[in-house]
């Protein structure tokens, strides 16, 4: 069983930092493949960023590429997310999300077995 605890979030101003965490529970953090997805008031969860099990391949949504950074800490059990330059269109609840295997369709929630609880993001202009 994985469980995911999300931390960070909060209100800011636009062109704000902000820098989102996951602690996994879990006995081999560097099996897991991971994603942050963000779900905006009225709209389907969508795809923000995906980080494999060794930190060395990420993929971005074409919004936030250049702006977010996906990250992993292995021996912290930790998955990061560093949002730079923020804009009021990233407001939304984030979630991280892991799962066991490799799959090409890692954009797609529902391939992804295991969700941390979300954290809000509000980004004023």
């Known amino acids: 069983q994985v469980q995911l605890v999300q931390s960070g979030g909060g209100l800011v101003q636009a062109g704000a930092s902000l820098r989102l965490s996951c602690a996994a529970s879990v006995h081999t953090f560097s099996d897991l493949y991971m994603a942050w997805f963000r779900q905006a008031p009225g709209k389907e969860r969508e795809f923000v960023a995906y980080?494999?099990?060794?930190?060395?391949?990420?993929y971005y949504e074409s919004a936030v590429k250049g702006r977010f950074t996906i990250s992993r800490d292995n021996a912290k059990n930790t998955l990061y997310l560093q949002m730079n330059n923020l804009d009021p269109e990233d407001t939304a609840v984030y979630f991280c999300?892991?799962?066991?295997?490799?799959?090409?369709?890692?954009?797609?929630?529902?391939?992804?077995?295991?969700w941390g609880q979300g954290t809000q993001v509000t980004v004023n202009s």
């Open positions: 999300a892991a799962r066991q295997t490799a799959t090409f369709t890692f954009r797609a929630s529902g391939v992804y077995a295991y």
């Open positions: 980080v494999n099990d060794n930190g060395r391949i990420t």
